[in-house]
């Protein structure tokens, strides 16, 4: 009888185990997705999604809809050139084309990505102040919730191993995407302003400061973003996927884009629903909490600030590896994050988060002018790869064909207009 109940046990241990294992390997499939998603929903994407819904409503809500599109496109043609070559972009783009280029990017990107560093924290940092003030008379410091949230970023860095990171960076898109779409419905504008927003339209400057056409650029600059099409390189080729695997790798592209629509266009109806129906625009972090409060309920506006935490926390993970993970790329050097120069740069990395609190930056014109900046990184992306693309040389018979050449070109003209706007946006917003 014991032998039977012992036998019974394991069987149950070993079907168990079996459940599991496939539902790993299940979550293993999607892990690039979820990384890219985990990338590029972050604070910055909350605040450009925000700022459109609070002053404009759901007018722009085509701009997700032709910057998801061109996202899905550039990040199967981008991993579609590794299936085929075992090339990450680039170790293509200094073998191919030229080292400079290469080092551009590097370039472009880190600086991009340094300007989120400091707006993603100090909105973090403004908003947990304002929803604080709830709990505890006069509130938090906001330079206490930036060293946390830093020194938590840090700290799951600094832990190493791959297994953590990823682990960490699916809790916290899991609890941003829960907390964005139970506020869509407890926030949703109508469903009439909604459908309209599908038609392009840019809408008219409603007061001296406000500006839709740098909004519209940061739109797209934290969308189609250039650094989420160079990593997702890199991730292809680190799941050891190759040209059979080109069907998993489009599920994947898919799942993430589809998610990246659905967490903005629900960031953009909470703020359409509540700010831009009474009025009220968006001009600093804190608004979020402190006017979204009486019109929403408490229990909305908690749910609102742990989504843009869950969002800030996420997307910070990345943002401070993107130097030490590019230099290792274009090296070709093993990615061993233990070792101390990479220490150290995710350590200063880390440290330009505490620069709105200590220094009362605004960080909200801060994250607008970064995202807006992605922008203009993207004409080069795209004409890299439409460069890439068509070289026989490289790509045999899976060199593009005219269609997927059409939609680049057209994404190149869509990424030009909305560089012309971004440059022309801040301008006018800063002069």
């Not at 599991?20 to 450009?48: E, R």
């Not at 797209?220 to 160079?230: A, K």
């Not at 292809?236 to 599920?251: C, L, P």
């Not at 993107?322 to 200063?348: A, H």
Request: glycine share 8%; proline share 4%.
């Amino acid at each position: 009888m014991a032998a039977t109940i012992k036998e019974e046990a394991k069987e149950q241990l070993s079907s168990g185990n079996i459940q599991q294992n496939k539902f790993v390997n299940f979550m293993a499939m999607f892990l690039p997705g979820i990384f890219l998603l985990g990338f590029n929903i972050g604070t910055g994407s909350v605040t450009a999604m925000a700022k459109a819904g609070a002053t404009y409503g759901m007018s722009l809500l085509w701009t997700i809809i032709a910057s998801c599109l061109a996202t899905f496109f550039m990040i199967c043609i981008y991993g579609r050139y590794t299936l085929v070559t075992g090339e990450t972009a680039l170790q293509a783009f200094r073998k191919h084309i030229h080292p400079g280029i290469g080092i551009f990017f590097i370039v472009a990107l880190v600086t991009g990505v340094s300007g989120s560093v400091i707006g993603v924290m100090g909105i973090i940092s403004d908003m947990c102040f304002e929803w604080s003030k709830t709990m505890i008379d006069g509130g938090i410091p906001p330079i206490y919730f930036a060293l946390f949230f830093t020194s938590l970023v840090y700290y799951i860095f600094w832990n190493g191993k791959r297994q953590f990171f990823e682990r960490s960076l699916a809790v916290m898109v899991a609890i941003m995407g829960v907390s964005f779409i139970l506020n869509f419905f407890i926030m949703m504008p109508p469903p009439v302003d909604i459908l309209k927003g599908i038609i392009p339209s840019v809408p008219k400057v409603l007061k001296p400061g406000d500006s839709p056409l740098l909004v519209i650029a940061s739109m797209v600059g934290t969308t189609v973003f250039s650094g989420l099409f160079i990593i997702r390189t890199t991730l292809v080729k680190e799941a050891g996927w190759t040209i059979k695997d080109i069907k998993k790798q489009r599920n994947d592209a898919f799942v993430s884009v589809g998610l990246m629509f659905v967490f903005s266009a629900a960031i953009m109806a909470a703020a359409a629903g509540t700010l831009h129906a009474n009025g009220i625009g968006l001009d600093k972090a804190s608004q979020m909490v402190e006017l979204i409060k009486p019109l929403a309920g408490s229990f909305a506006t908690s749910i609102f600030v742990i989504g843009i935490i869950a969002a800030g926390v996420s997307s910070q993970f990345p943002n401070v590896l993107m130097l030490p993970w590019l230099l290792c790329d274009y090296n070709q050097s093993e990615r061993n994050m233990t070792l101390t120069k990479y220490r150290v740069m995710v350590f200063i990395s880390c440290l330009l988060g505490l620069i709105v609190p200590i220094f009362k930056a605004p960080p909200v014109f801060i994250m607008i002018l970064s995202q807006a900046f992605n922008s203009v990184i993207l004409p080069s992306t795209v004409a890299c790869i439409l460069y890439l693309g068509n070289r026989k040389d490289i790509m045999g018979e899976y060199r593009n064909n005219l269609m997927t050449n059409i939609i680049l070109i057209a994404i190149l003209l869509f990424s030009l207009i909305t560089t012309a706007m971004g440059i022309k946006g801040a301008w006018d917003m800063i002069f």
